[in-house]
Nanobody
Framework: QVQLVESGGGSVQAGGSLRLSCAAS??????????VGWFRQAPGKEREGVAA???????TYADSVKGRFLVSQDNGKNTLTLQMNSLKPEDTAMYYC???????????????WGQGTQVTVSS
């Protein structure tokens, strides 16, 4: 199993920045992941993908966050980070990090999830 723990959420005014972190650990030596990502879910809305990174370091972003959010990974520390700049009220949501295996460099379904961290952006 892979355990994921998010931190860094909070409240900020529109235009501000937050940095989310996700610490990954493995409960067994056989547990592993290849892809990592950030998702968010606002009240009354479906969960949506925000950013993802595969094992080659290639990143993808939701159109709504392109140019404002940056995902990075410190493999040595098993930490995934989401730098969020120019935050908007519509970015308000619970943010989750997730991990997945890959098949021939294609990320499979995200099966490991953290508990989430709340981000609130006020206007």
């Amino acid at each position: 199993q892979v355990q994921l723990v998010e931190s860094g959420g909070g409240s900020v005014q529109a235009g501000g920045s937050l940095r989310l972190s996700c610490a990954a650990s493995r409960s067994t030596s056989s547990a592993r992941y290849d892809c990592v990502g950030w998702f968010r879910q606002a009240p009354g809305k479906e969960r949506e993908g925000v950013a993802a990174m595969d094992s080659y370091g290639r990143t993808t972003y939701a159109d709504s966050v392109k140019g404002r959010f940056l995902v990075s990974q410190d493999n040595g520390k098993n930490t995934l980070t989401l730098q969020m700049n120019s935050l908007k009220p519509e970015d308000t949501a619970m943010y989750y990090c997730a991990a997945a295996r890959a098949d021939n460099s294609n990320c499979l379904d995200f099966t490991y999830w953290g508990q989430g961290t709340q981000v609130t952006v006020s206007s």
